[in-house]
């Protein structure tokens, strides 16, 4: 600790900063005039948390508690802070130029978590818990995925030196098909075919059971995002995936975020001044949550396939002479708008429970109703399931269901 708590601190007002870790949390304390006052360093547990509040407490009234790390390391303090009725503000790390220039320490950290909280740098309110869940189940999906996809190129790996029966046999297959065909296998031969044929077998299975545990979890994910925002996981192109990401960017408690354009930059969507002198313009941003700005991107291609809206802009914006990289840019900055929008509001999703029950007692077939709308079958389907949104064509579909 670096200093002596005061004897009368009643009246003082003061700022705490946290620099969080796997097993510790370093407290920092400073004066409203950014003085310091003391440090110390608390384990991340309950306790532990306990003692750093009561530490913060014993200096003065705690206007304002800045904290690095609030969705990770720090997010238990944070818990317990704001069940304590204290006001915690999320800070970023200190950028590079200023460690290089102080140096870098826990003390030294959690200084600048405080300064920044006292000065009004750190302003954002931490994420809440009502993501939580949406988090780990998302993480989870994306590691099923990886894991697949890792094991898929094993498989592939392997075959390109497997002896030649075993190239010929299982060198042409493709996707799904070469992945059943290698867990139906059993090993026979000489010891290096049983060996080769051996691994294939176990990373086909393992392949298939990943698939069905992606699936699995998707299922959860897409259940638990619609009950959080069935507004945002109805928007058109939104799967359950984009939907998540979308969340966990921006936290259960979206109205942190101040205005869409805060929420456009957070996503790295929003173009970045680069004016100098007589030079007036706008770069490509590369910062922002990358993962958030993929989401984005992951809408725009089925909307510029499948929207009416923006087909019909990218037609003007292609007749204007802008690339298509330029036009998906564009684009990316309008979905970020709209996504604040579900964000941030209460929007009503168009009840879609009575059109499947009610086409199936008229006897009217999936491919019947497509063909009278000119659409796929897989379109009607999805729309009945409640997977695609259509405001429009959902209207129209009930209407010519009832009258026929």
């Known amino acids: 600790m670096t200093s002596a708590v005061a004897d009368d ?20 304390v400073i004066s409203d005039n950014g003085g310091h ?11 532990g948390h306990a003692a750093a509040l009561a530490f913060l407490g014993a200096h003065g009234h705690v206007n304002a508690i800045g904290v690095e790390g609030t969705a990770s390391y720090g997010a238990g303090f944070t818990r317990a802070a704001r069940s304590a009725g204290l006001d915690v503000v999320e800070v970023n790390r200190p950028d590079r130029a200023e460690r290089r220039r102080i140096g870098k320490s826990d003390p030294i950290d959690a200084y600048a978590a405080a300064r920044a909280a006292l000065s009004g740098r750190a302003s954002s309110a931490p994420k809440d818990d009502t993501v939580t869940g949406i988090r ?11 894991a697949r996809t890792a094991a898929l190129n094993q498989i592939t790996h392997i075959l390109v030196t497997a002896p030649e029966s075993i ?29 080769v044929l051996t691994a294939l077998k176990s990373l086909a299975r393992r392949v298939e059971e990943l ?3 992606h699936h699995a979890l998707t299922r959860a994910l897409d259940s638990e995002v619609t009950a959080h925002n069935s507004g945002l996981r109805a928007a058109y192109g939104v799967g359950p995936d984009t939907a998540a990401q979308l969340l966990v960017t921006a936290g259960g408690n979206p109205e942190r975020l101040r205005t869409e354009a805060s929420f456009a930059a957070l996503c790295g969507a929003a173009p970045v001044p680069a004016s100098s002198g007589r030079t ?8 922002g949550d990358r993962a958030a700005n993929a989401a984005l991107y992951r809408i725009a291609p089925v909307r510029m396939s499948s929207d009416p809206r923006t087909r019909d802009y990218v037609a003007r914006q292609t007749a204007a002479g802008r690339t298509k990289k330029e036009i998906i840019r564009l684009l990316k ?15 009503t999703v168009p009840g879609i429970a009575d059109p499947r029950p009610l086409r199936q007692s008229k006897n009217i077939t999936l491919t019947a ?14 729309l009945e399931r409640g997977i695609r949104r259509d405001d429009d064509l959902a209207h129209t579909y009930r209407d010519w269901l009832t009258a026929a």
């Open 136 to 146: 780990a189940l998302h993480n989870a999906a994306r590691s099923a995925v990886k």
């Open 9 to 28: 601190t009643t009246d003082n007002v003061v700022f705490g900063g946290v620099d969080s870790h796997a097993d510790t949390i370093h407290v920092a």
């Open 333 to 347: 900055r309008a979905i970020a708008r709209e996504m604040f929008r579900c964000l941030t509001t209460t929007v």
């Open 211 to 213: 698939t069905a545990e």
């Open 280 to 287: 007036n313009r706008h770069r490509l941003s590369r910062g």
């Open 167 to 195: 190239r010929a046999k299982f060198g042409q297959l493709k996707g799904a098909d070469r992945t059943d065909a290698l867990a139906r296998l059993r090993p026979a031969g000489d010891a290096v075919h049983v060996a």
């Open 369 to 382: 109703a497509a063909r009278h709308f000119g659409v796929w079958p897989a379109t009607i389907s999805t």
């Open 37 to 47: 006052l003391a440090d110390a360093e608390f384990a991340t547990t309950a306790a």
